[in-house]
């Protein structure tokens, strides 16, 4: 017995574990994942904001928008309106004495539009420069102009007008080496005039020149094409253009270029624009 007492009693402590008490818990990791969504979501809008135009922006708000199928001119429902929109100009409602653009009424056809009577002019604009553009070339009938001189011609009809582009060649420059216009340009000057007489339009010079070479210390081209546009615009006023009838003069230096090859010597060409007069 006396030997058993000297032996030091086994003591077992059990400790009360409880899952999900205080820090130790999983709670906190919800909260966490709920703000890291949330600050995705809030820098996505930032970036969305920065990165997009004000028409895409309109476009996501549409998407998200509950009345998305009726949107502008169509959403592609299949509603009562077989989604077409009320505001679209083909669908307008068809009430009172009203008319627009592309609904006019029978009197205001009789009438005539404002945007028939538009088209009307810009069409007969368009014949009266084709016609000064076929007098220039000789279509239909003799040409006015030498095949000499042919050759220097370019003429296009735009949206801008009717654009008459004399250029020049290795063999026949259109100014010297004083900058003064050659005999080729001049003979083209009193062609370009005597097809004026054609149309009324207001006219537009513009001067181009071929690139010069990197190595000079300035770029010349910009004081070149304005000294020959202006020289040009003198020229075609002393041989009896009416100097109200140019509307500006511009210079484009090398920066309008008709040959890939910034250098090629045809990219040296005066520009006169026939503007049209629904232009102005």
């Known amino acids: 017995m006396s030997g ?4 030091a ?4 402590k059990r400790k009360k574990v409880v899952a999900g008490d205080g820090h130790h818990g999983g709670a906190w990791k919800v909260a966490y ?26 476009g996501i708000a549409d998407y998200f928008s509950p009345t998305v199928a009726m949107a502008r001119v169509s959403g592609g429902g299949h509603g009562p309106l077989g989604g077409d929109s009320v505001f679209a100009e083909n ?6 004495t009203g008319s627009s653009s592309l ?35 000789g279509r239909g009938g003799e040409s006015m102009v030498a095949d000499e ?5 370019f003429t296009e009809v735009t949206d801008e007008g009717l654009v008459v582009e004399f250029f020049e060649t290795d063999e026949a420059p259109l100014f010297d080496a004083s900058g003064a216009p050659t005999a080729l340009l001049r003979d083209l000057a009193i062609i370009l005039e005597r097809a004026s ?14 690139a010069y070479p990197v190595v000079l210390e300035s770029n010349p081209s910009w004081d070149v094409s304005a000294d020959r546009a202006t020289r040009f615009r003198e ?36 520009e006169v624009v026939f503007l049209r007069t629904n232009t102005e």
Do not use: Y
Request: aromatic share 4%; charged share 25%.
């Open 197 to 210: 007489r054609v149309v009324t339009n207001p006219i537009a010079i513009e001067g181009h020149t071929a």
């Open 149 to 153: 001189l042919l050759r220097h011609i």
């Open 91 to 96: 669908v307008l409602p068809r009430m009172g």
């Open 33 to 58: 994942a709920d703000f890291v969504t949330a600050m995705m979501a809030f820098f996505m809008l930032m970036w969305l904001l920065n990165a997009t135009t004000e028409k895409q922006r309109k």
């Open 103 to 137: 609904r006019a009424t029978a009197d205001n056809r009789e009438k005539g539009s404002f945007v028939d009577g538009e088209v009307a002019k810009a069409q007969a604009d368009s014949a009266e420069l084709n016609e000064a553009r076929d007098m220039l070339l």
């Open 235 to 270: 020229l075609l006023t002393g041989v009896g253009l009416d100097a109200n009838r140019v509307n500006r003069v511009t210079s484009h230096a090398d920066r309008e270029p008709s040959q890939a090859n910034l250098m090629d010597r045809r990219n040296n060409r005066i």
């Open 9 to 12: 009693p086994v003591i077992i």
């Open 4 to 7: 058993d007492r000297n032996v």
